[in-house]
């Protein structure tokens, strides 16, 4: 049974930082683009950034530019989310999911204080 497993999330200050990793599990399967979404309650899931298979393409949602970081290492079947100047409209919960497979990880919170 193929999981995605996410790094457990924190909580931290404005202004820190906090990497969030998904480690696949189960099998191994190439060329998917990895997703990263964010959700708080009463609202929708937001894209925050998605990364091809080859990592040559990238996309970061406004809010984040600048600040979040995606990669991937396609060895170790993990994904990370690397957010640095954390700011509490960050606070949320964060998904990761492999596009093509339909993958997606348990979701992690992420709260930042002010």
């Known amino acids: 049974q193929v999981q995605v497993v996410e790094s457990v999330g924190d909580l931290v200050q404005t202004g820190g930082s906090l990497r969030l990793s998904c480690t696949v599990s189960?099998?191994?399967?190439?060329?998917?683009?990895i997703n990263w979404f964010r959700q708080t309650p009463g609202n929708q899931r937001e894209g925050v950034s998605c990364?091809?298979?080859?990592?040559?393409?990238?996309y970061y949602a406004d809010s984040v530019k600048g600040r979040f970081t995606i990669s991937r290492d396609n060895d170790k079947s993990t994904w990370y989310l690397q957010m640095n100047n954390l700011k509490p409209e960050d606070t949320a919960t964060y998904y990761c999911?492999?596009?093509?497979?339909?993958?997606w990880g348990q979701g992690t919170q992420v709260t930042v204080s002010s």
């Open positions: 999911m492999a596009w093509e497979y339909d993958l």
């Open positions: 990364i091809s298979w080859s990592g040559r393409s990238i």
């Open positions: 189960g099998r191994t399967f190439d060329d998917y683009t």
